[in-house]
């Protein structure tokens, strides 16, 4: 029981989650279990995981595992909660992916504070994941460095206060959607420049991956590794202009704004 992994919930940040842990060696097929009561991601569970087990109920899985990855949408977590309360046990170590439930909440809802709040991002699916990490009053260093051993499995990982998970979210929880719609405009604006889609799509690709792995690489500050290649008079320098002109940093500062004060409003 010490080894297993129960999800609530099977879906795309699960999944995300168990592929993660099962390459990084941090648990076994065999450790995971889930609860979902949707027959056919049941069936998407048993094909990614064979030696999976799928329990019928929410007691089912409190009852098989001692570690709780709370993986359903805050809506829902919210209506369920109460429900399961009864089945959480002093022994029960619970963590929340659920936007804006705040730490407060959930000890509350379950009536323990070995509670863990976790931001993750949907870039965990292909290991490349963000996640801003919380810990409860009543988690152990060894219930906090599972938690991260988890998390590190699907990207990288900060240990922030309950209040800023909110603005963790607005950054990195949200800020997948916003580097896809980038990604969508400059394929569009290459195909509108004569490029096939194909192509247009793999160098816009190809240039966010890049950028953001200079960035990693080298640790200078993207403003200045932009200024290196903005030459006088130059096609760059052109491009910046527009985008200055409609707003782009002051658009995506406003985004994550909005994504925060979502976040605040969930909880």
């Not at 429900?83 to 619970?94: G, I, Q």
Request: aromatic share 4%; glycine share 10%; net charge neutral.
């Amino acid at each position: 029981m010490s080894n297993t992994i129960g999800f609530l919930g099977g879906g795309q940040m699960a999944t995300a989650i168990a592929k993660g842990v099962v390459a990084a060696d941090v648990a076994q097929e065999s450790d995971l279990t889930f609860y979902e009561p949707s027959s056919g991601q049941q069936m998407k569970l048993k094909e990614l995981f064979p030696n999976c087990s799928l329990v019928e109920s929410a007691e089912s899985l409190f009852g098989k595992a001692n570690r709780i990855l709370l993986t359903v949408k805050p809506q829902v977590l919210s209506d369920i909660a109460i429900s399961l309360r009864p089945f959480a046990r002093e022994d029960h170590l619970l963590v929340s992916i659920a936007a804006g439930i705040s730490l407060k909440k959930l000890t509350s809802w379950f009536e323990t504070d070995r509670v863990i709040r976790v931001m993750p991002n949907t870039p965990s699916q292909s290991r490349q994941g963000a996640a801003g990490i919380a810990v409860g009053k009543g988690v152990s260093p060894s219930d906090a460095a599972w938690c991260e051993s988890v998390f590190g499995a699907v990207g990288k990982f900060i240990r922030c206060t309950d209040e800023q998970l909110h603005a963790v979210t607005g950054v990195s929880g949200s800020g997948p959607a916003y580097v896809l719609m980038m990604i969508e405009a400059m394929s569009d604006g290459g195909v509108m420049a004569g490029l096939s889609r194909q192509t247009a799509l793999e160098l816009a690709v190809q240039t966010v991956l890049g950028a953001a792995t200079m960035v990693q690489d080298t640790g200078v500050h993207p403003a200045i590794l932009r200024e290196q290649v903005t030459s006088p008079a130059g096609t760059t320098i052109a491009a910046l202009s527009t985008l200055e002109r409609a707003g782009f940093r002051s658009a995506l500062i406003d985004a994550v704004m909005a994504a925060t004060k979502r976040s605040q409003e969930l909880g």
